[in-house]
């Protein structure tokens, strides 16, 4: 008895399990109903004198020797060869996936059927395939016009750079390497997965990020030192009578101009001190809230006489 109550349990009948059977049986079936409609389309049965089968995973698609071989070099090079592709009435297509297929076969077929495929981010990639490998001149340009007038972003920009590599577009290969080299160095883990790379594209891709900021840091040194030294001379200026002495620096800042600056005020104590009165200066009295009477958030503050000399040991002034 204790057996029996374990193989079946409280308040579960064998009439139970065959209700429970049957339903997940129906369920089976009507998914695989649901699926093989789903598979469907123009080209699932002959129509309009279909005198060619292409067959891709086991499905079966009905097309026209002569609308293929209009489109396709390949295809009409196929028809008029020697091989038994030229005679056969079924061609397999190994390796292949049958939605894409389709999507291909529709654009190809756009003014026969009233089932028009727009180019989108989720069937380029196939199609710019297909139409390379097929030479399909009709959607081989669209997909290429659509990449390169895509807006680039984090998150297309590394499947738009493979079919920029893949098919020689040099323009959106550049506007794609631009982009990543913009990104910080955890965006650009990230978007690029460079945990996943081999070591020579991990190098390409931190040399050009490194490259862009030495770019930009060799621009903006020069601009910077002059900022900061118009900003000394400006708080110094005799003309407006309000000259508070404590902050020259006698030596380097004679008459308010700076001599040297990229040096001096990073590396000289009295134009590091005089720096730092500034730095003070510039705030407004309620510290709390980190209000700053130049740059509101974006402020300068003791710290920029050790940037000054960071960015000199740079080499780029």
Same mark, same amino acid.
């Given at each position: 008895?204790?057996?029996?109550? &374990?193989?079946? !349990?409280?308040? *579960?009948? %064998?009439?139970? +399990?065959?209700?429970?059977?049957? $339903?997940?049986?129906? @369920?089976?079936?009507?998914?695989?109903?649901?699926?093989?409609?789903?598979?469907?389309?123009?080209?699932?049965?002959?129509?309009?004198?279909?005198?060619?089968?292409?067959?891709?995973?086991?499905?079966?698609?009905?097309?026209?020797?002569?609308?293929?071989?209009?489109?396709?070099?390949?295809?009409?090079?196929?028809?008029?060869?020697?091989?038994?592709?030229?005679?056969?009435?079924?061609?397999?297509?190994?390796?292949?996936?049958?939605?894409?297929?389709?999507?291909?076969?529709?654009?190809?077929?756009?003014?026969?059927?009233?089932?028009?495929?727009?180019?989108?981010?989720?069937?380029?990639?196939?199609?710019?395939?297909?139409?390379?490998?097929?030479?399909?001149?009709?959607?081989?340009?669209?997909?290429?016009?659509?990449? &390169?007038?895509? !807006?680039?972003? *984090?998150? %297309?920009?590394? +499947?738009?750079?493979?079919?920029? $590599?893949?098919?020689? @577009?040099?323009?959106?290969?550049?506007?794609?390497?631009?982009?990543?080299?913009?990104?910080?160095?955890?965006?650009?883990?990230?978007?690029?997965?460079?945990?996943?790379?081999?070591?020579?594209?991990?190098?390409?891709?931190?040399?050009?990020?490194?490259?862009?900021?030495?770019?930009?840091?060799?621009?903006?040194?020069?601009?910077?030192?002059?900022?900061?030294?118009?900003?000394?001379?400006?708080?110094?200026?005799?003309?407006?009578?309000?000259?508070?002495?404590?902050?020259?620096?006698?030596?380097?800042?004679?008459?308010?101009?700076?001599?040297?600056?990229?040096?001096?005020?990073?590396?000289?104590?009295?134009?590091?001190?005089?720096?730092?009165?500034?730095?003070?200066?510039?705030?407004?009295?309620?510290?709390?809230?980190?209000?700053?009477?130049?740059?509101?958030?974006?402020?300068?503050?003791?710290?920029?006489?050790?940037?000054?000399?960071? @960015?000199?040991?740079?080499?780029?002034?």
């Amino acid at each position: 008895m204790a057996s029996n109550a &374990e193989e079946n !349990p409280v308040g *579960e009948t %064998n009439a139970d +399990k065959e209700s429970g059977s049957h $339903e997940q049986s129906a @369920l089976a079936l009507a998914e695989s109903v649901n699926q093989a409609e789903q598979r469907k389309h123009r080209f699932s049965e002959p129509w309009e004198d279909s005198d060619l089968i292409l067959v891709v995973e086991d499905e079966k698609f009905h097309v026209h020797r002569v609308i293929l071989s209009m489109n396709s070099a390949v295809f009409k090079a196929m028809f008029k060869s020697q091989f038994k592709e030229a005679t056969s009435n079924e061609i397999p297509l190994p390796e292949k996936k049958a939605n894409e297929v389709l999507d291909f076969l529709k654009h190809i077929y756009y003014q026969h059927i009233q089932e028009p495929v727009e180019i989108s981010m989720e069937n380029v990639e196939h199609l710019f395939k297909l139409s390379d490998e097929y030479q399909v001149k009709l959607i081989y340009d669209p997909c290429r016009k659509f990449v &390169e007038n895509r !807006p680039k972003t *984090e998150q %297309n920009v590394m +499947k738009i750079r493979k079919m920029a $590599e893949m098919y020689n @577009l040099d323009n959106v290969h550049q506007d794609c390497d631009k982009l990543l080299k913009d990104m910080n160095l955890k965006t650009l883990s990230e978007t690029v997965g460079l945990e996943d790379l081999d070591r020579e594209n991990v190098l390409y891709f931190l040399s050009q990020r490194i490259e862009r900021l030495e770019t930009l840091l060799v621009t903006l040194y020069p601009q910077f030192i002059g900022v900061v030294s118009y900003m000394v001379w400006l708080l110094n200026k005799v003309e407006d009578r309000q000259v508070k002495p404590y902050l020259w620096c006698t030596k380097h800042c004679s008459d308010g101009y700076c001599q040297d600056p990229g040096r001096n005020l990073g590396e000289c104590s009295q134009c590091c001190k005089m720096i730092k009165l500034i730095s003070q200066n510039s705030e407004k009295g309620n510290r709390n809230w980190r209000e700053y009477r130049y740059g509101g958030y974006q402020h300068f503050d003791e710290k920029l006489s050790a940037v000054i000399k960071d @960015l000199r040991q740079l080499k780029l002034g």
